[in-house]
């Protein structure tokens, strides 16, 4: 998520931030889409951490001289892009958005673990930038459900863990 100017650090804590930085070393490969790319100017390197960096991978067209490069490019239908990826090699693929690219793979069943980060501040208002974007749930019993894995503490924030429920 982000404030209405975009602005979305710091949200959650040191030690938040360094846990990601450690799930991102046990990927193969990070993934954001070239919006992401164009507002954030991401690294989407391993810090705060040891471990590897994994492999870049920008949804769409990279700018030149984004941080995100070198990098790989890749386009078209989300499926096909699993398949490409998983040709050159890639088994662990960490989705970190933004909204547009983490809402796509969630409608499409193609998520089988999310990991968040909540942190004890309110932002409010109605012009932030939300953690999915698209049409959501047009009444409660289309809610989507997951199963919760495991919630913990890191730093004064809250990590938590669920996945999909069989049949989705």
Request: with cysteine; glycine share 14%; aromatic share 6%.
């Amino acid at each position: 998520t982000a404030a209405p100017d975009g602005s979305s650090e710091w949200i959650t804590s040191q030690e938040a931030r360094s846990d990601v930085h450690a799930l991102r070393a046990r990927c193969d490969s990070v993934m954001v889409g070239a919006g992401t790319v164009r507002s954030d100017d991401p690294s989407l390197t391993t810090r705060f951490v040891s471990g590897s960096d994994p492999q870049r991978i920008v949804l769409g067209k990279a700018p030149a001289g984004a941080r995100a490069h070198p990098c790989w490019e890749v386009e078209g239908d989300l499926v096909d892009v699993l398949l490409e990826l998983g040709g050159r090699g890639v088994v662990d693929l960490l989705v970190e958005g933004g909204a547009t690219v983490a809402a796509a793979f969630h409608e499409q069943g193609l998520v089988n673990e999310y990991v968040f980060y909540l942190a004890p501040a309110l932002m409010g208002g109605e012009d932030g930038h939300p953690v999915f974007v698209g049409p959501g749930s047009a009444t409660m019993a289309d809610l989507w459900r997951g199963g919760l894995r495991d919630v913990r503490k890191i730093g004064s924030d809250l990590r938590v863990e669920f996945r999909p429920l069989e049949g989705d």
